[in-house]
């Protein structure tokens, strides 16, 4: 069965890096980054949530489409509302394949200063939207308010698994992926 592999977590977190890792490692597999993919539509810099509620439809029928198709997608995307992560499951359902929900996180203080270190070395296009929105909303005190609406999420969604992802262990976080999209496979 086809699966729509959802990596969720706080901005930092390495959601980006192990989805392309794994893609790398599984010919076919789709990496349906949605931050990426914002910066396809004209004017994504001045408005990045404009440019978000624009893709998401797309990212949706895409997703779709290629489950259809066959193939397993990867989504290395931050859900902290309930009703958004519903709408990439129903797509999933939709397709008939399994929505396998993978959740990365580290010590909540960890997090905030990955979010500040991230993008330093080899910083992906969209780092300095994503700062600029973190800092419009509160800093510090949003990136916490972030986690706090991704563990009620969690709370609400027992069946996703919970990775801690350590900062600069990379390989550790992705054996640690890789074994979870196992035990969902056996199960």
Not at 87 to 103: L, Y
Request: proline letters at 4%; one cysteine or more.
């Amino acid at each position: 069965m086809t699966r729509l592999i959802h990596l969720n977590g706080p901005p930092g977190i390495g959601k980006s890096t192990l989805a392309r890792r794994y893609v790398a490692e599984h010919p076919q597999a789709l990496n349906c980054d949605i931050d990426l993919l914002r910066t396809l539509i004209g004017g994504w810099e001045r408005d990045f949530d404009r440019a978000g509620a624009l893709i998401r439809p797309a990212a949706l029928a895409m997703i779709e489409a290629y489950l259809r198709a066959g193939h397993d997608v990867v989504l290395p995307q931050l859900l902290g509302r309930l009703s958004e992560l519903e709408r990439f499951e129903a797509a999933a359902q939709a397709a008939g394949a399994a929505f396998v929900e993978v959740v990365l996180v580290d010590g909540a203080d960890d997090e905030v200063g990955r979010f500040h270190r991230r993008g330093l070395v080899d910083p992906e296009p969209w780092h300095d939207q994503v700062r600029a929105l973190v800092a419009s909303a509160g800093g510090d005190e949003a990136l916490l308010s972030v986690r706090a609406a991704l563990d009620r999420v969690i709370e609400q969604r027992p069946g996703a698994q919970v990775i801690s992802s350590t900062e600069g262990r990379i390989d550790e976080t992705y054996r640690m992926l890789v074994g979870a999209l196992q035990e969902t496979n056996a199960r």
